[in-house]
């Protein structure tokens, strides 16, 4: 596979949130406005990006310094060793975050640090960038993130119209418009998103028949 | 025995080096958040007060105890601020101060300024992560769900009038988040009720006579 569609697969055929259902809980929680979808989905790219090349990195190191045998010994400590990898990058994102953009952490505020155990990073860390060199890697990394922050914009595009009546803080529906408070609380989440996942499946199903 | 502490080592070495990284960027950081939160601290005192033109803290040593009853040392904590409508620090205009309560899911921090006779001047929510679309309103001062909660009502207010309307007083609550609603009026009288014996005007004392 090129490079390209390693980047492409990420935002559509292989969308985390959508295709893969991955990492899910932050975007129950987060997906309440598209400024904070963005946020969280700029925070989590840079973690994603960030461990994926250094994860390839050290996979690629053990590879040149080990035998077959040590190889296959260090491989059951290789878990360990990226939540420690994605943990300091969380850790790194949550102090520069509130040293350089304090309004942004304040609104994204827990959210923050439980991106060490979003399963997006770990999953795309232990499944693909632990396997594969580093171009790749940091293909597959942009193009996941991109991806979970675009699945979440779509999210919050819905909830914000419909729970807050506005868009990316601006009132936009008209004074009549009686806010759905379910939207903004994690039910409407559940509900967008499974109305998001069977409407990419009706697509497919679709294509399919043509 | 040998593959053991060839698997420690490799995971030490990771952690140490995650460790250092950490550590530079906090050095690094920590006195940019420091900055952020004491900026954020003067703005709110500015919004309270916005007329004072000199501040100054109040505090008091606290002694930090070990858990024999040991003082280990002592801590100084600011109770409030005196604020000044000029700047030789003459002309006594009210005072600050923070008052701190738990809500639904968080510790609610709010900045309070009153006048000398204890009356509300404004108050300005300075830390809170309730939930979002509910509880979180509080601190918008013009809610976008059109309901009458804005923290402007509280303008105007005494120790007296602080009530929420569930508990028959006159704050309107929040739609769906009184316990917040709740938490901010009560936290301000509760510290109201320690702070005004201490604060209370020279004139208002009883002179003493002989």
């Known amino acids: 596979m090129s490079v390209m569609s390693e980047f492409i697969k990420g935002i559509y055929k292989e969308n ?12 129950l929680a987060v997906s309440t406005s598209i400024s904070n979808a963005i946020g969280m989905g700029a925070a989590t790219t840079f973690v994603l990006l960030s461990s994926n090349i250094i994860v390839s990195l050290l996979m690629l190191l053990f590879s040149k310094i080990l035998s077959e045998g040590g190889q296959k010994s260090i491989n059951k400590i290789r878990i360990p060793m990226f939540i420690v990898v994605i943990a300091s990058f969380v850790t790194i994102v949550e102090m520069v975050m509130s040293a350089y953009f304090p309004v942004l952490s304040e609104s994204l505020g827990i959210f923050i640090p439980l991106i060490v155990v979003n399963c997006i990073i770990l999953g795309r860390a232990e499944g693909y960038a632990s396997k594969n060199p580093l171009i790749p890697s940091i293909a597959d990394a942009i193009g996941m993130g991109i991806g979970f922050t675009l699945a979440l914009v779509a999210i919050a595009f819905v909830r914000e119209l419909l729970g807050s009546g506005a868009l990316l803080g601006q009132n936009i529906m008209s004074s009549n418009f009686k806010p759905v408070l379910l939207m903004i609380l994690p039910p409407g989440a559940f509900l967008v998103i499974g109305l998001y996942l069977a409407l990419l499946n009706w697509l497919d199903l679709r294509k399919k028949e043509s | 025995m040998n593959n053991i502490i060839r698997l420690s080592m490799v995971l030490t070495i990771v952690t140490v080096v995650a460790a250092f990284v950490l550590a530079e960027i906090y050095s690094v950081t920590k006195p940019q958040i420091e900055l952020q939160k004491l900026a954020k601290t003067r703005e709110a005192l500015h919004f309270v007060l916005p007329d004072a033109q000199h501040m100054s803290a109040i505090t008091r040593k606290v002694p930090v105890r070990d858990g024999d009853g040991v003082t280990l040392y002592e801590k100084e904590e600011i109770m409030f601020y005196e604020a000044f409508s000029d700047p030789d620090s003459q002309r006594l205009r009210g005072y600050a101060f923070k008052a701190e309560g738990s809500g639904y899911s968080s510790i609610i921090e709010t900045m309070v300024g009153i006048d000398t006779a204890g009356v509300i001047q404004n108050i300005k929510i300075i ?45 309107v609550s929040i739609t769906g988040a009184t316990i917040t609603s709740r938490t901010i009026t009560n936290s301000i009288r509760d510290e109201l009720k320690t702070l005004l014996p201490q604060i209370a005007p020279p004139q208002d004392q009883p002179v003493e006579e002989d």
Request: negative net charge.
């Open chain 1, 16 to 27: 985390p949130v959508f295709r893969l259902a991955l990492g899910l809980c932050p975007v």
């Open chain 2, 127 to 171: 830390s809170q992560k309730e939930t979002p679309g509910l509880g979180a309103l509080a601190e918008d001062s013009d809610p976008f769900t059109g309901k009458k909660w804005s923290t402007q009502q509280f303008i105007g207010k005494t120790i007296n009038d602080l009530k929420v309307d569930k508990d028959g007083g006159e704050i």
